[in-house]
């Protein structure tokens, strides 16, 4: 039998809630079956996710940034 180790990351106590893990997983799991259902390979499936962090990160950047 394996275990399953899992990261708990705090969140700060004025930070929005987030989704939670079942949910994220749902969501991931639907999006990857509907581009696999389009037709879309490893590698393409790996460049969405690639510019869905490349967004995110981006955001982020946007949101520290001074103004």
């Known amino acids: 039998m394996s275990k399953t180790l899992t990261t708990q ?3 700060p106590k004025n930070a929005a809630p987030s989704v939670n ?3 994220l997983r749902s969501m991931a799991d639907a ?5 696999q259902n389009e037709g879309c390979e490893a590698k393409d499936i790996i460049s969405v996710s690639s510019q869905l962090l490349g967004l995110v ?3 982020i950047k946007e949101r520290t940034s001074p103004q």
């Open 31 to 35: 999006i990857f079956k509907q581009l």
């Open 21 to 23: 893990d079942k949910a």
């Open 57 to 59: 990160s981006d955001q």
């Open 9 to 11: 990351v705090q969140q």
